[in-house]
């Protein structure tokens, strides 16, 4: 935002040095991502809307979920026309609209933490296993079985409907992992072809169980 820029950054301003493809304030730019990242090309944007429609037509996906305190309307947009899911998971003092406190920003560390070890509960062949999660250093994270494999979704478009009796097979085996979280008190609450992996073998794992809901 502008409250961050530097100086330099508002001079360039002043001396009309706002081109992208041939001012010196982009080459300085380049130059400082360049080595800072180690990356070879810089695309600048106009504006934080556009850089994230390129970041998410990269990082985004079917299967993929988007994990935030509160996504922006055109973040939120952004995420999903890619495919992906957006998760929000806002800090409990950010609820309190009326209280202080020092940071209402943060993500809810322990309900995201929450809900992945009641998704790590559940060992089943045809659910993609969650291992672990926890924090190391404030970061959190959550570590999930390798699977190798398309999802049900790429495997469609490339291969078309499928004779009737592996379609019966692929359901009977997602059924059998929804009634395995059901057993534990899961609820998917996204189930489609792009939450689906099917493995070389045949194998059918319902992916994206870490951010399920838990039943009462």
Wanted: net charge negative; charged share 25%.
């Amino acid at each position: 935002g502008t409250s961050a820029m530097s100086h330099e950054q508002w001079s360039g301003m002043m001396r009309g040095d706002e081109s992208y493809a041939g001012s010196e304030s982009f080459f300085r730019l380049e130059k400082e991502v360049k080595d800072l990242t180690g990356f070879r090309h810089v695309i600048p944007t106009h504006q934080g809307r556009a850089a994230e429609r390129i970041l998410f037509s990269l990082l985004g996906g079917p299967g993929k979920t988007s994990i935030s305190n509160t996504h922006f309307d055109t973040t939120r947009a952004n995420v999903e026309q890619s495919g992906a899911r957006c998760v929000d998971l806002p800090s409990p003092e950010s609820r309190h609209l009326s209280e202080s406190a020092p940071f209402k920003g943060n993500i809810d560390l322990e309900a995201l933490e929450r809900e992945a070890r009641a998704a790590a509960m559940m060992r089943h062949e045809n659910i993609i296993q969650v291992i672990d999660c926890g924090r190391q250093d404030d970061v959190a994270y959550i570590c999930m079985e390798f699977v190798e494999g398309m999802d049900l979704k790429k495997w469609l478009e490339a291969h078309g409907t499928p004779p009737i009796e592996m379609a019966l097979l692929m359901m009977r085996d997602v059924c059998r992992g929804l009634e395995h979280a059901h057993g534990h008190r899961i609820i998917h609450r996204d189930i489609k072809p792009a939450n689906i992996m099917l493995t070389p073998d045949g194998t059918i794992k319902i992916m994206d169980f870490g951010l399920a809901r838990s039943g009462s």
